[in-house]
């Protein structure tokens, strides 16, 4: 008879997106971890699952602990739990509910307690057409392989092969291919923008998450096959020769 578990650890894990309004670039928020395990090692912002506290409590909480932020509900979504056994680094066993959230603007960064520093990551495509993720102190790719049990057999063979804490590779790859399998129903991903955005910088978002470049994304096919998600709200400042571009609104779930 297989042994029953008690008290497994809960972690809430936060895949933080934004977008860089300047370099027009995805974003992804990474912590410098401070104590052992994976000391000094880059991550995803986390913290432990309090007694009084729903998840969705705590993965907001962890946003305004983090970055000083308060955050309605609807800026975060659950992504997947994760509870494969080889993921524990301790005889504990550790299961990770894991969220992400959308900020529409991108704060200064604090790294807060446990973390000696909080950074931006780029989301790029490398040469090979990988996720590739670039910080100041670091550049990326995710884990190229496949399945989550050929992930944790070679995490567990190595004990570290990857670049980011923990099973934190595994985690920011599920989160990226959770939101390119969703862009056509439900890009939730597009709340970085904030409330007013233009259908170019929609289209980079769709392009970092597809891996392709944006010139590869037809303006006018893409505003066809995509504007029920989308109300005209007005036109952008016209500084120069040219029609301004229009101003879109991401509509709410039950308009479209």
């Not at 000083?68 to 739990?81: A, K, M, V």
């Not at 096919?221 to 571009?245: C, D, I, L, M, Y």
Request: a positive charge; one cysteine or more.
């Amino acid at each position: 008879m297989q042994k029953i578990i008690n008290q497994p650890e809960v972690t809430i894990t936060n895949i933080i997106w934004s977008f860089d309004q300047k370099t027009q670039k995805v974003n992804v928020l990474l912590i410098k971890r401070a104590d052992f395990p994976f000391k000094d090692y880059w991550a995803l912002p986390e913290t432990y699952l309090r007694e009084t506290e729903s998840a969705d409590q705590a993965a907001l909480r962890l946003v305004r602990e983090k970055i000083g932020l308060e955050l309605p509900r609807f800026y975060t979504e659950q992504l997947e739990t994760f509870t494969n056994p080889l993921r524990s680094v301790s005889a504990q066993r550790q299961i990770a509910l894991a969220y992400m959230t959308f900020l529409p603007d991108m704060p200064t960064l604090n790294p807060g307690y446990g973390a000696t520093a909080a950074q931006w990551f780029q989301l790029e495509t490398d040469p090979q057409h990988n996720y590739l993720f670039t910080g100041e102190q670091l550049s990326f790719n995710l884990t190229e392989q496949q399945t989550e049990n050929n992930f944790y057999h070679a995490l567990q063979a190595n004990h570290h092969f990857g670049h980011l804490a923990f099973d934190h590779e595994w985690l920011l790859k599920i989160a990226c291919l959770r939101i390119r399998n969703k862009l056509d129903y439900q890009p939730n991903i597009l709340r970085i923008l904030g409330d007013i955005f233009t259908l170019k910088a929609v289209r980079i978002v769709y392009a970092a998450f597809l891996k392709r470049p944006v010139t590869a994304i037809d303006n006018s096919n893409f505003r066809k096959t995509h504007q029920h998600f989308f109300q005209e709200v007005g036109s952008a400042p016209n500084n120069g020769p040219g029609r301004p571009a229009h101003l879109y609104r991401l509509k709410k779930f039950g308009d479209r």
